[in-house]
Nanobody, 127 residues
Framework: VQLVESGGGLVQAGASLRLSCAAS????????MGWFRQAPGKEREFVAV????????YYAESVKGRFTISRDNAKITVYLQMSSLKPEDTAVYYC?????????????????????WGQGTQVTVSS
């Protein structure tokens, strides 16, 4: 499975961005899809996850209420709608795929459990 993120950029605090992650080469509908991010000098952290059908989602506390993850299996794409952006949201954002029909948060929030990763897209939020 190949994953390609897009939609990053430079925005001011309070703005919105929508990230997209287009998949190819696999059975997209059998994968849970996650978003992670890595800020400069920090470890990569979990942001959000959506199950294979789009019926279950889960968010990190730091983005809950501001970010929304969704997917379109027909378009083999997962999205991350980010609103009310803050400077601390500045990071490289990665999408990842994990082959799973179970919504096991212990696995789905751990980057080591994912099978495929995109190359990342930079999001910079200025104050």
């Amino acid at each position: 499975v190949q994953l390609v993120e897009s939609g990053g950029g430079l925005v001011q605090a309070g703005a919105s961005l929508r990230l997209s992650c287009a998949a190819s080469g696999g059975t997209f509908s059998s994968y849970a899809m996650g978003w992670f991010r890595q800020a400069p000098g920090k470890e990569r952290e979990f942001v959000a996850v959506i199950n294979w059908s789009g019926t279950n989602t889960y968010y990190a506390e730091s983005v809950k209420g501001r970010f929304t993850i969704s997917r379109d299996n027909a378009k083999i794409t997962v999205y991350l709608q980010m609103s009310s952006l803050k400077p601390e949201d500045t990071a490289v954002y990665y999408c990842a795929a994990k082959s799973s029909f179970r919504f096991d948060l212990g696995a789905l929030t751990a980057e080591s459990r994912y099978d495929y990763w995109g190359q990342g897209t930079q999001v910079t939020v200025s104050s």
